[in-house]
T-cell receptor
Framework: KQEVTQIPAALSVPEGENLVLNCSFTDSAIYNLQWFRQDPGKGLTSLLLIQSSQREQTSGRLNASLDKSSGRSTLYIAASQPGDSATYLCAVLNQAGTALIFGKGTTLSVSS | SQTIHQWPATLVQPVGSPLSLECTVEGTSNPNLYWYRQAAGRGLQLLFYSVGIGQISSEVPQNLSASRPQDRQFILSSKKLLLSDSGFYLC?????????FGQGTRLTVV
């Protein structure tokens, strides 16, 4: 059974810092991996999607990498801002494309 | 562009009452549809997914059921709510593997 783990569970940084969020998964037979952002009481916003054949994706200040063989992904946030404060969720899609399994998230707080 | 509508945004229901949450998707055809629940302090739990009309798969046995009467409509139901059904319910859709989520329904069973 696929399990997704995110470390750390919470992170507090001052504005301007670069930071890395980690995600690991137990079954490397995935279709893709997706990073989401969730603001309190809200739905999920898709940030980056990495197909299983890709190594990384970039969007603005965000860069996500994928090492499928070792079951790891990282989300790199450059020059963090208070508006980046949210919970970041990692999810893997099984090869059948039918189940998106989530980690419990990393709650990020960026202070000004 | 594709959009997903989920309602209501909040709901307070007594124990033993029925439940119906609805989700509709616009701007796409034959999406995969999902219902998730997010309980306080816990991760997102996949409840049901559907790859087509009338095709429902349940991931976790519980007090809930799902139906897909139309291609872009997904309904989550219960005949009798339990206190443990409280949580944040999210509908999602995917086409070509990227998933998109609705804004969620906060259900409180009292």
């Amino acid at each position: 059974k696929q399990e997704v783990t995110q470390i750390p569970a919470a992170l507090s940084v001052p504005e301007g810092e670069n930071l890395v969020l980690n995600c690991s998964f137990t079954d490397s037979a995935i279709y893709n991996l997706q990073w989401f952002r969730q603001d309190p009481g809200k739905g999920l916003t898709s940030l980056l999607l990495i197909q299983s054949s890709q190594r990384e994706q970039t969007s603005g200040r965000l860069n996500a990498s994928l090492d499928k063989s070792s079951g790891r992904s990282t989300l790199y946030i450059a020059a963090s801002q208070p508006g980046d404060s949210a919970t970041y969720l990692c999810a893997v899609l099984n090869q059948a494309g039918t189940a998106l399994i989530f980690g419990k998230g990393t709650t990020l707080s960026v202070s000004s | 562009s594709q959009t997903i509508h989920q309602w209501p945004a909040t709901l307070v229901q007594p124990v033993g009452s029925p439940l119906s949450l609805e989700c509709t998707v616009e701007g796409t055809s034959n999406p995969n549809l999902y219902w998730y629940r997010q309980a306080a302090g816990r991760g997102l739990q996949l409840l049901f997914y559907s790859v087509g009309i009338g095709q429902i798969s349940s991931e976790v046995p519980q007090n809930l059921s799902a139906s897909r009467p139309q291609d872009r409509q997904f309904i989550l139901s219960s005949k009798k709510l339990l206190l443990s059904d409280s949580g944040f319910y999210l509908c999602a859709w995917s086409v070509a593997s990227e998933a998109f989520f609705g804004q969620g329904t906060r259900l409180t069973v009292v």
